[in-house]
């Protein structure tokens, strides 16, 4: 074989090894928090907060153009420092929010939103704690952004001016 | 008599089935990285995560999913990052395969080169 080949050959494989290795060595050794964004929701089916009898799913987040998904409980202090905010998206922004009361006591939880209003169209009540996962949650309090049921945006703890700018720009 | 014998191998071969289960269920714990204390196994925690994330995992065996769908499920929400031993993918096993080729060729060469030179 001509020497030149020779080379040829060598120098491609020593790249595609080294592609192979960077790809196989490449991989994320921190948790990844967005994994789940650019996704479509996964199917999750949630109890009805005002009646147990009624089931919410996934459909419901898929129908709407634009809609925060807020997990919250009455007994997490983060989700009472971010509840202004999440009252201001909806009332002045006119956001359409549903939230998901996790692991949490119904009337602790509805005594919380009377006294400090409730900013969600609808409620869903995670007891278990599954449907959090099912989301890819991390813990609460957490918001998701979807439109038309794709998760476009993700914020684990509580929102503040910032993102409630960045939900208000995703809006647009 | 024959009840009798009949109870005892079913009682054996039950008393395997859940100890063989409890294995499963235990590797798979001490596969799963805890989001909460990041250096521990689900296995090894005592978080509301890693105990929600124990009762989901036993709830799926039992519902019939295998060890393999409950990783995927899991990465599929959390990332790769969630398992302490990496999914077998065609680039890891690249990883592992490729210097055992280049040895191989190595090898070959090394002796046809000297085959040539004796000859």
């Keep these: 074989m001509n020497k030149k080949y020779k080379i040829l050959i060598l120098g491609l ?14 991989t994320d050794k921190v948790y990844q928090p967005n994994q789940m964004v650019n996704k479509k929701i996964p199917e999750i089916i949630l109890e009805d907060f005002n ?4 089931k919410i799913d996934q459909h419901i ?5 634009f809609v925060l998904i807020n997990i919250w409980a009455s007994w997490c202090v983060p989700c009472l420092i971010e509840h202004p905010f999440l009252m ?3 009332n002045k922004s006119k956001i359409d929010i ?24 609808r409620i869903g009540v995670d007891k278990k704690g599954e449907v959090t996962i099912q989301l890819g949650a991390y813990g609460i309090p957490e918001t998701y952004v979807l439109k ?7 914020h684990i703890g509580p929102i503040n001016e910032d993102i409630v700018n960045k939900i208000l720009e995703l809006k647009k | 008599m024959k009840k009798i014998i009949f109870m005892i191998i079913y009682l054996i071969l039950s008393k395997h089935a859940i100890s063989a289960s409890e294995e499963l269920k235990n590797k798979i714990y001490k596969n799963i990285r805890c989001i909460v204390c990041q250096g521990q196994s689900i296995y090894d925690s005592d978080t509301d995560f890693a105990i929600d994330l124990k009762k989901l995992i036993s709830k799926k065996l039992e519902n019939g999913e ?19 031993n990496p999914i077998l993918s065609f ?7 490729v210097p055992l080729i280049i040895l191989a060729i190595g090898g070959f060469l090394i002796f046809r080169f000297n085959y040539k030179k004796k000859s």
């Design chain 1, 98 to 121: 549903i939230g998901i009361n996790y692991k949490d006591e119904t009337t602790n939880a509805q005594n919380f939103l009377k006294k400090y209003g409730n900013p969600y169209s």
């Design chain 1, 148 to 154: 038309k049921g794709l998760i476009v945006f993700k």
């Design chain 1, 61 to 65: 987040f898929s129908q709407k153009d």
């Design chain 2, 91 to 97: 680039y890891s096993l690249a990883l592992w395969l």
């Design chain 2, 66 to 84: 295998n060890e393999k769908q409950i990783y995927d499920f899991l990465i599929s929400r959390y990332g790769e990052w969630i398992v302490f």
């Design chain 1, 51 to 54: 009646n147990k009898n009624i």
């Design chain 1, 88 to 90: 201001s998206l909806k």
């Design chain 1, 13 to 26: 494989t020593t790249i595609i090894i080294f592609i192979l290795f960077l790809r196989a060595l490449n």
